[in-house]
Structure formats: C-alpha cells, structure tokens
C-alpha cells in the first residue's frame, strides 16, 4: 500500500480523495493555487505545496510543478481527481517515468479513449454495441454521403477530438451534409488542433446512460451498475440517478456484463465510465471517460462500495476487493450538483459564504469544500457541492430529497438550489419520464 498520495485537485474532490486516504491510513499532501490557501482541503491534509498562482494553467495543470511537490514532499502516488489532469496520458506517462503511480488507468489507454474515433474502434472490437456509422475519419464529402445514405438521416458529424459535446454538427438532409462537414471540421481544427471527424446517426431523444466497470489491470473486470445523466444543460450534468429509472435487472446485467468483460479484455486498471445513448431500449457506446467522475457517489449509496478506496487499492497492486457476485443495487440514489450560479441563467454566482447549512439524517450525504464564511474564488468551476440522497426505492429517495432540499441553507451567493426545489415537485421528474432534452426545454418554458 502506499505510504503518502499526493491529491492533484480542489474543492469538493479534493476532500472526497483526502478522506478515503484518511480512512486507508495513508499520508496526504495536497498541492493548491495561492487563489486556495484558504481551502478546506488544505487545514485537513498532512502535507500542503502552493504550486502557483489562481489560473488552472499556472498551477493545477502544471505538470511540473505538481511532479516537483511529489519529489519534495516523497509522495509515493498521485490521485488527479476529475477534470485537470485527470484524463491527461502525457501526465500519467511522465509519473510513471518518475516512479509515481498515477491512481488512474495506463497513459496508453488514456490515450485510445481521448481520440473518439480510436475509443469507438476499440469498443466496437470489445463486442460494445455503439451508434452506426462511419468505420473511422471520414475524409472527404463524397464519402460522407456514401456513410449517410447507408445509415439514414438525420446524421451527426462530431470531431475525434473532441468529446462532452464539442465540436459537432447535426445534418437532417443531404442538402446540410457539405456545411456541416466543413464547419465541423474546420470548428475542430481550430479547438484541438486536429480537424479528424467521423459521422453517426443522429438520435433524437436517447437518454445518457454510464456505466461503471472497473479493471485490475490484469484481466479482471467488474461493473457497479449504470447512471443515468439525462437531467443536463449545454453538457453540464444537473442530476444524475442510480440505477436509471429506464433499465430494468435484466437489461442492466446485460449490459453490465458486456462492459465488465470489454474492461477485461481491455487489461484496464482502475475506474472507468462507458457511456451510452440509450433510445428504444438499445444501448448505443458514444465515449469512454478514464477518470473517477463527479456523479460516482450514486453508485457508491446503491452498491454500499467506497470507489476511491478502490482507486486506491487496485493502483497499489492489490486487485479488486469484489468479484461480480458481490456487488449487490440496493434502492435508489439522486445526486444534485450544488454550483454557485444563477437557478435560471447559469451565471456564476462567487463571492463570500455567510451563511451554509447542511441537510443530515438517514440516506444523506454532502460532498463539500465550503463553510460558512468561505470565499468561493472566481478562477474555477462553480460546482460548490453535492446533495446525494438515498432511499429504499425511487419514491422514498424523491420524499428525502424534498425535505433534504428544504434543509440546505446556502447564504451570500445565487445556487441552483432553487431550481432542484422546482424539479423535486416535477411530474415527468417524478415518473423519470424524460431525456437528454427534457432540462433545456423545461427551462425555456420557465423563462
Ligand atoms: C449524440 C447525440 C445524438 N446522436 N450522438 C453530446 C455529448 C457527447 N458526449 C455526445 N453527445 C451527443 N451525441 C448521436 N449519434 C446527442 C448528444 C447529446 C447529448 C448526449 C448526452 C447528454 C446530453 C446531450 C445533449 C445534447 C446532445
């Protein structure tokens, strides 16, 4: 087991990997921006390096910076969290050159899930049903139309670089073929540098549906069941559920298994999330994440299951603690990200904290960096906290979150509490009655 893990993050992820080291008996350091001195991770760690000033670029995406504060301080592992460098394989290859272990699958898998194109190629291979289209880049128009014509409008045409939503086009007709070609590709180019594009058929009201699975790195693979992300705005996950109310025991299994084996077969270490569209009760693979992801703590109230303890353990070589038959869904969880933006308009809302209250009682956990009195720095993403709230079935879990969303007191700034108020008491909530739309056309009806 490793001796000191060096935490590679802020805010309320930062905490969520500072406990499960706590827990496990390992030593923490954490490294923060001057903008962060003042952060709750950082009166909790044993260990804390200042890398820099507030801009990510400067300090929590300077990989140097961060391998420095490992040699300085003798961590012996690095847990990046979710975003910065957590999908970063440059950053992964450079630690293992270092000899630390980066609590994270191998540089070179990071990599194959970071090209879309290369991740759907290598899903496909694993027996992973994914979204009918092109083979691989589609180069020029003429092959476009050809790929188009087989699979049916409408089509989408999305960049191999791209990924959570950037950079793609939708074609209803042959007729928008070329501009969404072009625009997708030149759109491409200018963002990542590589203007790589591929087309699939466009679906029109799938549900986003992930997996979780989980690989030894050695040819054991496992699965903890699936979220259901649906409830989001421009790409920015508002709620997520497990299990989705959509999927039944059996197509779960069905599915699980499939991802569990391809994680296998794949010789993948550590946590990852398979993503689907799920529409008329097909799964369809769009992308694979490498990382821990905000919405992991769904999972852990159903199946009972700390994941970063397991992060942490498969890194350090001792394999999964669960084989398959143990993992048990137990009820229902809902988790509400809590960002310090306008309920309606999504403005960031930073600033000073008077006043912050927390739901408690059964089935109810706060994942937060804040406290009454915090600061919230302009500099990073707005996500405050989260509300996860579980319950013996869906029903029981909506009631608590309703009392729970009554108990929160957020002072000071603008959250989106207000707006899970509004859902709680939704009819198509309630029902799960709804898709990857339903959010974005709720709130143009509000405005
Ligand atoms: C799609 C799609 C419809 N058809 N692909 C957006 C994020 C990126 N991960 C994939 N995305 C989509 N891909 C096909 N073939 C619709 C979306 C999409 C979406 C997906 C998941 C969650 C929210 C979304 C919002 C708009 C569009």
Known sequence: MFQKILIANRGEIALRVLRACKELGIQTVVVHSTADADAMHVRLADESVCI????SRDSYLNIHQIVAACEITGADAVHPGYGFLSENAKFADILAAHNITFIGPSGDHIRIMGDKIEAKRTAKRLGIPVVPGSDGAISEEKEAKRVAAEIGYPVIIKASAGGGG??????????????ALQTARSEAGAAFGDDAVYIEKYLEKPRHIE???????????VHFGERDCSLQRRHQKVWEEANSPALNAEERARIGGIC????????????????????DGEFYFIEMNTRLQVEHPVTEAITGIDLVHEQIRVASGGGL????????????????RI?????????????????????GGLGIRVDSGVYSGYKIPPYYDSLIGKLIVHGRNRVECM???RRALDEFVVDGIKTTLPLFRDLVGNADIANGDYDIHW?????AKED
């Not at 997996?211 to 693979?221: K, M, N, P």
């Not at 960002?339 to 739901?359: K, L, Y």
């Open 211 to 221: 997996l979780q699975v989980f690989g030894d790195g050695a040819g054991r693979g």
């Open 260 to 279: 569990a084996k391809a994680v296998a077969d794949l010789g993948y270490s550590g946590a990852g999330t398979i993503e689907f569209l799920y529409e």
């Open 339 to 359: 960002n310090a933006e306008d309920p309606r308009t999504f403005t960031p809302s930073p600033g000073t904290i008077t006043h912050f209250h927390t739901p």
């Open 439 to 443: 959010l974005e056309k709720y709130l």
């Open 321 to 336: 603690s669960v084989r398959q038959e143990d993992i048990k869904f137990n009820g229902h969880a809902i988790e509400c």
């Open 52 to 55: 820099g000033p507030p801009q």
């Open 399 to 401: 009631m608590r979150l």
């Open 166 to 179: 950037r950079g793609m086009k939708v074609a209803r007709t042959e007729a928008d073929l070329e501009l």
